[in-house]
């Protein structure tokens, strides 16, 4: 991919009158070989320094606020001058809170400097540190180890190619499920709160709806529905982006309690629950409530008056998530009674 140009001049000095040809054949073959044995290589043949590469990479994406993590680790790099002989392509992937090293950012670097129409269907790369990267490409939707690529390359020359992904390939592997559109939801039963639990125990085969909006909900019309496994988690996938809230029960037990039988103006409305009291003193220290004790909900203020009362019913669901293209959003919901503490 680099073009090493090599020059030399020579300058070949007339052969004297009185020297015989034979002679002057002899030298002049000499010369020629020691210009071209001894040639040093030029100082500007091209070459690519490693850390001059990284540099330009990271000044190109220093406006890249959602890979600023990524390029922050990527400046620590030391590469050689082997691994960007054929140039590189960085899979840079979007933020999070898990800290990112040097070591990390090996798995998300291959040789060769590949724009997005190069990565194509199964094909199988082997990183800088040696993990193997699987293409999945479906029309113009790429994924490397199940993790979605977004969109076109956002760097791409001779020398380097970036693309965004959504998250690490550190952790993946070639048979890893694709990634899409999901919202992870935990249920945890409030009314099995004690000390030792205070968000109480996670719940197996409760309801999780998802509505695409408060009204929808009154309507009972469920966009997505799925049942929490032995861990308490329901994994709803395969999502449209948007907002969405989220209704959970199982038998009696819920998280959306109803001020009313029927709708008002198209919504249910009712408490917002902001979490269980754990104790007597953040009984005492939470707006005045009925039925407030530890292991009861604790109901959102609403107009932040110190009392909860009617003027502090929301639209229900109260809990929503907005979903992000081709990642995971994990969210917890409490479920339980209007009074967990009731005999």
Request: hydrophobic share 35%; with cysteine; aromatic share 10%.
């Amino acid at each position: 991919m680099f073009n090493h140009f090599f020059s030399f001049k020579g300058h070949l000095c007339s052969i004297k009158k009185g020297i015989c040809k034979p002679l002057g054949a002899l030298l002049l073959f000499a010369f020629i070989f020691s210009c071209k044995k001894e040639k040093p290589v030029s100082a500007d043949d091209g070459s690519l320094e490693p850390q001059q590469l990284i540099k330009n990479i990271t000044s190109e994406l220093a406006d890249a606020d959602s890979i600023s993590n990524f390029i922050n680790a990527l400046k620590k790099l030391s590469l050689t001058k082997e691994e960007v002989s054929d140039g590189i392509t960085v899979f840079a992937f979007l933020n999070d809170e898990v800290p990112v090293t040097p070591t990390i950012v090996r798995d998300h670097i291959i040789k060769g400097s590949l724009n997005h129409y190069e990565l194509y269907n199964k094909r199988i790369f082997s990183a800088l540190s040696g993990k193997e990267l699987k293409i999945t490409r479906v029309a113009d939707t790429i994924w490397v180890n199940g993790v979605q690529v977004g969109g076109k390359q956002i760097i791409y020359n001779d020398n380097d190619a970036v693309h965004a992904i959504k998250s690490s390939l550190s952790p993946t592997t070639t048979t890893d499920e694709l990634h899409t559109t999901t919202i992870e939801v935990t249920v945890w039963d409030g009314s099995k709160w004690s000390i030792t639990k205070p968000k109480g125990e996670v719940i197996s085969g409760a309801t999780v709806n998802l509505y695409a909006s408060q009204r929808d909900y009154a309507n009972g019309k469920v966009a997505y529905s799925e049942k929490t496994n032995a861990t308490g988690k329901a994994s709803l996938k395969r999502l449209a982006p948007g907002r969405y809230y989220i209704e959970a029960f199982y038998s009696n037990k819920t998280n959306t309690f109803r001020n009313a039988v029927e709708p008002n103006n198209g919504f249910y409305m009712g408490y917002a629950i902001s979490g269980i009291f754990q104790s007597d003193t953040d009984v005492n220290t939470a707006a005045k409530q009925n039925n407030a004790a530890p292991g009861n909900f604790k109901w959102v203020d609403l107009n932040n008056d110190g009392i909860i009362d009617g003027k502090d019913y929301y639209g229900l669901p109260y809990e929503s998530t907005l979903t992000i293209s081709a990642l995971t959003r994990k969210t917890e919901i409490s479920i339980g009674f209007l009074n967990n503490k009731k005999p």
